[in-house]
């Protein structure tokens, strides 16, 4: 038994001094050749390394020397990398801002992303381009715009994201786009329903604004009873025509165009452009007029400045001073002169001792007004040429001096000449022009500068 465990002893440290020996060799290999490992590099320096491996997305996008690079290469490269929103409204629409263009750029970046990320920025951008292409007005465009978004991305799942205003920045562009519409008056249809509710669900705040536009808009739809149209005439007579109309507080008011454009041509070739002249008159202003007191001048005042949505119109008006106290004569009314509104009430009411019968209530007169123009030229020439024209069913007018109060207007270019408009000019009806030669050196004599519009009263 002895004999055994110590042959079985023998082979134990047999094995282990083989095991120590192959791991000095090992290590001395190691150490032999980690030494020799730089000789080696230099010994061989045109052997060529080897590279790591890249992944394709990777070798894409390795830059390429410059001399490699054909130039359509790199216009097709320009048009294919992001661009911003606004650069690309003026890349696709560079002739003409049109709804097809408009439209085209939506395609646009429709088709570029599956995903269609960087749309609420796009939206954004849309919305400030749409006055610029004319489309502010066109319920398609919006609906199309609201298409844009992605679908079931920002419904609420349950009511703890309703609750904390789901996909915040979303439903606040939505909201932007819905509050557009109403800024210009566009009521939506059912069309922009289901988008709304396919994009951020029923109980989404876009779709909250869409049900107070639907309840509020019918409501106040027809409550103006003098609407504007949405286009204005184009023809300036026609325009004048409807300003006068909307500005006389009469329906018997009568327009008359004394004078349509035209463009003369003198014998020696000079072109002459003749604006247009239209005025405006009620019976009871001819009425008013002929009543005037032929010893008291009439004004012609302007230009006053007329809103029509965006544009910008100027009117002249024929008017005098207030009839002072003395000269006024109070007329009885006539019961039967409108049977649905009297005009006059004569109520005897028990008073209280404390109430009072004076009211803190300041009546200014303004004086009356006879009548209204419109004039493509705003010059005491034309406006002589309103006058005129009135006498024909005001022949007091031939009797009465009349004044010239008149401003700059915006469309009148004044020279060294025209200066003079905004001086009082005495006018007593139609002359001839030798008379009005022979008068001119009169004229200048009598005139008087103008006073502010606070005055009632002219300097003599």
């Keep these: 038994m002895k004999c055994a465990r110590c042959l079985l002893q023998l082979q134990c440290l047999r094995l282990v001094g083989q095991s120590a020996r192959s791991a000095a060799q090992r290590g001395a290999l190691l150490q032999s050749a980690s030494s020799s490992q730089p000789n080696a590099l230099l010994s061989t320096p045109h052997q060529a390394l080897r590279g790591f491996h890249g992944s394709p997305a990777h070798a894409k996008g390795r830059p390429v020397p410059a001399e490699f690079i054909d130039d359509d290469d790199d216009e097709k490269k320009r048009d294919k990398s992001l661009v911003a929103h606004d650069d690309l409204f003026e890349r696709v629409a ?37 006055p610029e292409f004319g489309v502010e007005r066109d319920l398609v465009v919006y609906n199309r715009l609201l298409d844009v978004f992605p679908k079931e991305v920002f419904v609420p799942r ?16 939505g909201v932007q786009v819905l509050e557009q519409m109403e800024n210009y008056g566009i009521m939506p249809n059912v069309e922009t329903k289901v988008l709304l509710v396919q994009i951020f669900g029923e109980k989404g705040h876009p779709t909250r604004k869409y049900q107070r536009i639907m309840y509020w808009f019918p409501k106040f739809k027809h409550v103006n009873p003098f609407p504007v149209p949405q286009q204005l005439p184009e023809d300036p007579v026609d325009l004048a025509r409807f300003s006068l109309t909307r500005i006389a507080n009469d329906r018997d008011a009568k327009v008359t165009v004394h004078q349509l454009p035209c463009t003369d041509v003198t014998e020696s070739g000079e072109q002459i452009t003749q604006p247009h002249i239209v005025g405006i008159q009620s019976p009871s202003q001819v009425e008013l007029l002929a009543k005037h007191n032929p010893s008291r001048p009439v004004f012609v005042e302007g230009p006053f400045p007329l809103w029509l949505r965006k544009k910008c119109v100027h009117y002249y008006v024929l008017r005098a001073d207030p009839t002072p106290p003395d000269e006024k004569v109070e007329e009885p009314f006539d019961p039967e002169r409108c049977l649905d509104y009297p005009l006059q009430l004569e109520l005897d009411l028990d008073r209280d001792l404390g109430d009072e019968e004076s009211f803190d209530v300041e009546d200014l007169d303004e004086g009356p007004v006879f009548a209204m123009c419109m004039t493509g030229r705003g010059d005491q020439a034309v406006l002589n040429q309103w006058i005129s024209g009135l006498q024909e069913n005001n022949p007091i007018l031939g009797q009465v001096p009349t004044l010239f109060r008149l401003e700059a207007g915006p469309r009148e270019l004044q020279g060294a000449a025209d200066t003079e408009s905004a001086h009082y000019h005495h006018h007593h009806g139609p002359e001839p022009e030798t008379q009005k030669e022979e008068r001119q050196p009169q004229e200048e004599e009598v005139t008087v500068e103008e006073e502010p519009r606070t005055s009632q009263r002219m300097k003599r």
């Design 94 to 130: 560079k002739e003409v801002k049109t709804k097809a263009t408009f439209n085209k750029v939506v395609d646009v970046f429709i088709k570029r992303d599956v995903r269609r990320r960087g749309h609420v920025e796009f939206i954004y951008a849309a919305l400030k381009k749409m």
């Design 158 to 173: 349950n009511y703890i994201q309703q609750m904390f205003n789901h996909y915040p920045r979303q439903q606040e562009c």
